[in-house]
């Protein structure tokens, strides 16, 4: 048997130990909700505050651990995720939804980013400077940050809590890990592999539970130096209030309203392609999905009947199924919340295109037809993040107007131009304000090598990803030395 096929009772590991909670939680199949996926431990503050001491004790050991070490072990959850993408992916489209090819993705990319920052722990380098002083030497070297609190949701359940974990662990540091409270077996499974790394006892820990509980105790512990979070704006900026007042490093990764911009110049099938890629695939449930469509009126009554005809013929589904294009929405109040914003787009006056139903499946689950409004500005569904299947068109005079557009929002995560003027594509991506530009590209779907994050309500901190991780992953540290 596979993982993919069980049910799961994932256990905390505290200092080495597989741990049993104070309480038990289940996760279920959103694809068919009659299935239980995971029954697993739920810890209280006492079990949590353990796994931190846990986490402090080892951090002596594991931050003077050789770069060859650290290499070897994320080297090796690398490969063990990659060998194992398929049992992986299975188990992640059961738990959270995603289609299984994009859940095997995942699992790859996941893979993929640990043997990264296997090669980055063989490349922590350092600086030798002249001093200003005569016969001094002055050096510029990093260290660990110390004890790192991971706090994750759930639509990413092994790629983000990857690229928190590997950078953490290559530079030295060590690890209290709390997946979302819906993923508890995705995150078991990658802590029951990062257990077989090598690691000290206590240098990785895994505590599942409420955020109220678990995730406020690792926010709030003396003993936790740094927060990693990516989850909702409201729950960020708590954890930015009580993590800053006791002088805590904190990097936030929160939402996103991200606009694609169609111009009159562009490919339009293309552009279809884009759209539908980056507002419906992993249903909608992507920080960086588009949810603005802002399209020139010149092309916009030919671009909203050509993903008109996508959508209708979008295959809706179980995610284990072959050829599901879109599985379901994570759970009932995702789902409900996402019906809302329906009636709110219509209550307000955006012209319904398509979908935004309930659909009934041979198994019960959380399933909807993708949707599709044509909004105004000012419609709630073209300001605030649904995080599902929504998308809406804006209309725009010229680029300028388009440009314009894409920039009035609080978020700052990513934006997406379809064109084939190279002269807009430049001004675009100097000019669009957030952290990620696209040309020709989905807002979704980026390279695990390379700085992710965002500006404004987006992101809050030093970037994740790539060699960028170093600067919230290390402390610098200025050495003199009279030569
Ligand atoms: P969420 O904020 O509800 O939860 C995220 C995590 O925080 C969970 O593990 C939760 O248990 C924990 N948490 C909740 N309250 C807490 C508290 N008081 N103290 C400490 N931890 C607490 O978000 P979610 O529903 O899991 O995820 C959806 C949101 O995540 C969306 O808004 C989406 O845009 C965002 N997201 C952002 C990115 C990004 O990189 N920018 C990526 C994926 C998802």
Redesign the pocket.
Known sequence: MKLGDLQLSPRHLINGRWEIGTTTGISTNPSDTREVVAEYARADRNQTELAVRAAADALPTWSQSTPQRRADVLDMIGSELLARKDELGALLAREEGKTLPEGIAEVARSGQIFKFFAGEALRIQGELLASVRQGVQVDVTREPVGVVGI??????PFA?PAWKIAPALAYGNTVVF????LVPACGWALAEIISRSGLPAGAFNLVMG???EV??TL?DHPLVNALS?????S?GD??LRAASARRAKVQL????KNPLIVLADADLDQAVDCALQGSYFSTGQR?TASSRLIVEAEVHDAFVARLRNRLASLKVGHALERGTEMGPVVDDNQLAQNLDYIDIARNEGAEHVWGGERLERPTPGHYMSPALFLARPEHRVARE?I?GPVACVLRADDYEHALALANDTPFG?CAGICTTSLKRAMHFKRHAAVGMTMVNLPTAGVDFHVPFGGRKE??YGAREQGRYAAEFYTTVKTGYMLA
């Open positions: 706090i994750a949701p759930w639509n990413f983000i709390k997946p979302a409270e409420s955020g109220r995730g406020q926010v979070f990516t989850g909702s704006v729950t708590r954890i990764e929160m939402g996103g920080c993040e995080f995560l987006s992101s």
